[in-house]
């Protein structure tokens, strides 16, 4: 119920995008509630939650929406990816598949996000180290060709769970703080109650690859 | 973009594959015990035709003209809509024959008319008492009207207020038009449609998929083991196999959809009820062991629910299509109606910018499987199978009495946080049959106000 958090300094909202079953819903119970369900219903639509946490003395309230994998939602979930400065695109680090449409959800987000949205690639299950289909070197350097940054995690164990979206929302924040160096603010920098959608410049050192393009 | 691709292809493999596939390896089939003589069953009549259809069933997904394979987005776009405006047709009907209904009341046949909307005024007498009590009088009623073919009116309202678990599935199977209410061709039908319905089986499910079915497959083998996991019923090996054949069925069956997430929740309850047939009187289902039951009676639960399932959620099925339009629908109309019958509540939740999309969905989606405890979906379920075909459209009203339900809590939530967060878990875990009954009847009073004023969900709705 209504936490005692609604204080902050800054209000991100970022999304959990990837197929259907690996582990979505589970990183954000982790990050959240520090739950794990290994049976855990799978997500219809679009669901909600928030945790708050500290960079540079600032309180970062990151507002996570988790959508669905199917691609019947797309029309629906496609439409919570207004507004999000963050993306956490997941794939099952066991399952190749997930890791060959991760091409496809970027081209999603392309489509439907704003196009300085900071997206991390997460290789989440990396507890089935016997099982895995998707080597890390592989991921890494993927992400690094599409100017994505790039973790493995365990929502069932826990590992870099708490990390990413901590990386995420840094990364974040430092946009955005520099924004706010460069250009003082007015009436579009974010305040607490404003859930308007915040314009993040893109990444200074990426490569170019994801290059701002007409619109 | 490959989305779209996707799309065209879903449409083009589905058409393209499932009529006229080579004939699949018959020495599988389980339960065709030998069929009754001269009557023509669906078999033979598929296997002689290239044409997968029954025609009884679900033909409303049966979209014409594609038979040339190279869709198009524009072409698949279309096809939706003509589902969709079937659905529109057939809802306005029921719509202008309610609003006839209204004026014929007030000529002499009031009785007549009033049973065409199942527990009207009555309904409300009946609320009063608690259930419980009178639960062997209701089955007496029950039995008594069961015995002959009885009037679906008559079945409608007795079941409104819910049904005795007892003669639970019989009902239900009549309600939902897949029992004819004619007692002579009952056992006939129910055998056909059975051997119908394991004929798909070996037909489609046990042969090699091309890329569109293994997707389809590939998603719900990925959502049942995870289905109800609180339920221990549902972890069983038999009961998943039960339910993969049973959605994958009715995916190929109704192309224009295919299986969405949720649809499993669906079936939930029908298993449930067509199990607790076989079960003796307050054993619990949840625990229940299914191996224990015969393959017969096993076969027999899972071509029943498939055969529910299909005319369940045959009103509904633009709920599911592409792009979901129904269900986006029904959330314009749901916040239309909010706004009329609670404008406090309404205002309280826009000035936190919660949107309606953002918690209505999944109610919309899964018809409140989620919201609720498994046993208290059953009995909403039996007033919802009572309302017959205008179930859609009350469920429009149930969305409307559990939020307001909710109010007081809702309203001392004081941010868009506390208000998703509350709206996304509300606390039902100890709701009983009791609240369900409070709920339609809280249901039911929406509707009757607003019967008189169809338009009202109309006027912002998008509905231009």
């Not at chain 1, 979505?24 to 799978?42: A, M, P, Y």
């Not at chain 2, 198009?72 to 939706?80: D, E, G, I, M, Y």
């Not at chain 2, 205002?347 to 918690?359: E, G």
Request: glycine share 4%; hydrophobic share 35%; proline share 4%.
């Amino acid at each position: 119920m209504g936490t005692k958090d609604d204080e902050y300094d800054y209000l991100f909202k970022v999304v959990l995008i990837g197929d259907s079953g690996v582990g979505k819903s589970n990183l954000l119970s982790r990050f959240t509630r520090n739950e794990f369900n290994l049976e855990s219903k799978s997500t219809i639509g679009v669901e909600f939650a928030t945790r708050s946490i500290q960079v540079d003395g600032k309180t970062i309230k990151a507002q996570i929406w988790d959508t669905a994998g199917q691609e019947r939602y797309r029309a629906i979930t496609a439409a919570y990816y207004r507004g999000a400065v963050g993306a956490l695109l997941v794939y099952d680090i066991a399952k190749h598949l997930t890791y060959e449409n991760v091409e496809r959800w970027l081209r999603e987000l392309r489509d439907h996000a704003d196009q300085n949205i900071v997206i991390m690639l997460v290789g989440n299950k990396s507890d089935l180290r016997h099982l895995r289909a998707v080597l890390t070197e592989e991921a890494k350097a993927f992400a690094e060709r599409n100017g994505l940054s790039f973790i493995e995690t365990s929502a069932l164990d826990s590992t870099n769970v708490d990390t990413a979206f901590q990386n995420i929302l840094t990364e974040i924040y430092r946009i955005v703080s520099q924004k706010q160096i460069r250009d003082p603010p007015e009436g579009d920098v974010i305040r607490p109650q404003n859930v308007e959608p915040i314009d993040v410049k893109p990444t200074v050192n990426s490569d170019g690859v994801r290059k701002q393009c007409c619109q | 973009m490959e989305g779209e691709q996707d799309k065209a292809s879903f449409w083009k493999k589905n058409t393209k594959t499932v009529p006229g596939r080579p004939s699949p390896k018959r020495d599988v089939k389980s339960i065709a015990k030998g069929k009754p003589a001269g009557a023509t069953s669906f078999q033979d009549f598929q296997a002689s035709v290239s044409d997968a259809w029954d025609m009884d069933d679900d033909d409303i997904c049966v979209i014409s003209g594609l038979e040339n394979a190279k869709i198009s987005k524009k072409v698949s776009q279309s096809a939706a809509l003509n589902v969709l405006n079937t659905h529109r047709n057939t809802t306005t009907e029921e719509n202008t024959c309610s609003d006839t209904s209204r004026k014929a009341q007030v000529i002499q046949e009031v009785e007549q008319v009033r049973s065409r909307i199942p527990g009207r005024p009555q309904q409300l007498l009946n609320l009063n008492p608690p259930q419980e009590e009178d639960t062997q009088i209701k089955l007496g009623r029950f039995e008594e009207l069961l015995v002959n073919s009885p009037t679906l009116q008559d079945l409608c309202k007795l079941s409104w207020s819910g049904i005795p678990v007892k003669v639970r599935a019989i009902t239900w199977r009549l309600l939902s038009g897949y029992l004819p209410i004619n007692l002579e061709r009952r056992n006939g039908v129910l055998e056909r449609k059975r051997q119908d319905y394991w004929t798909f089986v070996d037909k489609y499910y046990y042969t090699d998929h091309d890329e569109t079915n293994r997707d389809i497959q590939h998603q719900i083998n990925i959502d049942v083991p995870r289905m109800n996991p609180s339920i221990p019923l549902f972890q069983q090996k038999t009961v998943q196999i039960m339910f993969e054949r049973i959605l994958f069925i009715w995916s190929i069956r109704h192309p224009a959809s295919g299986y969405v997430q949720g649809i499993n929740d669906l079936v939930t309850p029908f298993y449930v009820v067509f199990l607790q047939e076989y079960l003796s009187d307050n054993q619990p289902f949840e625990t229940f062991q299914v191996d224990a039951l015969d393959k017969g009676k096993l076969n027999i639960i899972e071509a029943d629910s498939f055969w529910c399932l299909t005319k369940f959620l045959d009103s509904i099925q633009d709920n599911y299509v592409f792009a979901q339009i129904g269900i986006q629908k029904k959330v314009l109309q749901l916040e239309e109606l909010i706004k009329r019958v609670d404008e406090t509540l309404h205002r309280h939740l826009k000035q936190h910018n919660v949107s309606y999309l953002q918690f209505s969905f999944r109610w919309l989606n899964n018809l409140l499987t989620r919201e609720l405890p498994l046993r208290c979906t059953i009995r909403l379920w039996d007033t919802y199978l009572a309302e017959n075909d205008c179930f859609a459209t009350f469920q429009l009203y149930v969305c409307a009495a559990f939020l307001l339900f909710w109010k007081e809590d809702l309203m001392r939530e004081r941010d868009f946080q506390g208000l998703l967060m509350l709206l996304q878990n509300l606390p039902t875990q100890h709701w009983s049959s009791s609240q369900i009954s409070l709920l339609v009847a809280e249901a039911y009073k929406l509707k009757v106000m607003f019967a008189d004023s169809p338009n009202h969900l109309l006027s912002n709705a998008g509905d231009s």
